[in-house]
């Protein structure tokens, strides 16, 4: 049988609706500033779905968009400034950064308090313990759409194909959280099929169009994909043949309307905790 599609499009219309409702309880607005850097299309277009996301649920947003020949200093000390105002409670560096800037710098700069990316050391050493006030967002994303279609991690063997300090470390800390067994694939892992058809939940962070194939699949996997590929026609897809691959899941989620949407979901959610732990 042909598995579930998992909405990710859908669960974020549901989580925002949820947003916006506590925001409205607020004493004051949340505020995120969202930090670009440079000319990519791309970065463009999130930045530009983030303002849409934060003025849909009510919380202010504002943008600096900084030109691709900016200096490092001139972005610390827009950093610096964001730190200390009262009225932000959220600061976002859009990534990546043009070359010449030190990425490491520039996101440890951020307030731990306002880093609702969950980039900065000290949340990512807290999200190891367990003692997180953020989560870092398509990790959290992910994490929701299982919880929404009942797919609970505990127990199960969970396999995370990459191993980015943004998605595959943090996705393999909170399934493990959740009580998996985790483990982590990468580019150097020989027999990489034989490791993911061993999966229960299967989640794909390569950024490799087609890494993912059919035969590498477990009958009845829940297939989370969170690559954000172009193919050869320029289309937008993920790491695994959607195609093939959902006649053999259980669940499975497209790309796009899968957990890109409920990125920004969590981008939304970690602003409005900033807000309240700042007294909002
Ligand atoms: N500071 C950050 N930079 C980057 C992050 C991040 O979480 N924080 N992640 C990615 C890009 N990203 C968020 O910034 C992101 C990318 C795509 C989507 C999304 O909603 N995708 C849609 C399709 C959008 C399109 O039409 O192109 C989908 O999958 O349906 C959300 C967030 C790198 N940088």
């Known amino acids: 049988m042909a598995a579930t599609i998992i909405d990710g499009k859908a669960l974020a219309a549901k989580c925002k609706a949820r947003i916006k409702e506590e925001v409205e309880h607020l004493s004051k607005r949340p505020g995120l500033a969202v930090i670009i850097v440079g000319d990519n299309p791309a970065s463009r277009i999130y930045v530009n779905h983030k303002k849409k996301d934060c003025a849909e649920c009510g919380i202010y947003s504002e943008e600096y968009a900084l030109p691709e020949c900016a200096r490092q200093e001139e972005l610390l000390e827009l950093i610096d400034l964001l730190n200390g105002r009262e009225d932000i409670d959220g600061i976002l560096v859009q990534l990546p950064l043009p070359a010449q800037f030190d990425e490491k710098a520039v996101l440890n700069a951020i307030d731990p308090g306002k880093d609702v ?12 313990i367990g003692e997180h006030t953020f989560l870092p967002c398509t990790p959290a994303g992910v994490m929701a759409m299982l919880d929404e279609y009942g797919i609970d991690p505990a127990g199960k063997h969970a396999v995370v194909v990459g191993r980015s300090n943004i998605v595959g470390k943090p996705q393999a800390m909170l399934l493990l959280q959740r009580h998996a067994t985790v483990t982590i694939c990468h580019s150097r892992t020989p027999n990489l099929a034989e490791i993911t058809r061993q999966a229960d939940i299967l989640v794909a962070a390569v950024g490799k169009t087609g890494l993912i194939t059919a035969d590498m699949v477990n009958e009845g ?22 195609e093939a691959v959902k006649e053999k899941a259980s669940f499975i989620t497209p790309v796009p309307g899968g957990v890109g949407p409920m990125t920004r979901v969590m981008l939304l959610e970690n602003t409005l905790t900033a807000a309240k732990v700042h007294g909002k």
């Open 221 to 242: 996997a829940a297939v989370i994909d969170v690559a954000m590929n172009r193919n050869e026609e320029g289309k937008l897809c993920g790491d695994v043949d959607f």
């Open 117 to 128: 990316d969950c980039f900065h050391p000290y949340n990512v050493g807290q999200l190891m």
